[in-house]
């Protein structure tokens, strides 16, 4: 078991946290850059896109590894603590 920490990057941060609660669902965003396990086979693609699309962002990098760990190694099981930047908080915690 993995445990992985995710900030709520999103212009409302308690909407995407309370979402993600309600809906024991994590949107990870960047949904321009398309469906990363048909499209991409490394991470520095997905970065190079996520830049590409994102000019104005300065988490290219980061999003696009995100988005690899994600698609590749996250595992049924797995904790994921999703925080508003201010507090952490188990999103899922079964």
């Not at 960047?30 to 520095?44: L, P």
Request: aromatic share 10%.
């Amino acid at each position: 078991m993995a445990v992985w920490r995710l900030i709520t990057h999103h212009d409302d941060p308690e909407y995407a946290l309370t979402w993600s609660r309600r809906n024991e669902r994590i949107a990870l965003g960047w949904g321009a850059v398309g469906d990363v396990s048909k499209r991409y086979s490394s991470r520095q693609q997905i970065a190079a896109t996520v830049q590409e699309l994102f000019p104005e962002r300065n988490n290219s990098v980061e999003g696009g590894h995100c988005l690899w760990d994600f698609c590749y190694e996250f595992r049924l099981g797995d904790r994921v603590i999703l925080s508003t930047g201010k507090k952490r908080e188990l999103v899922v915690s079964s």
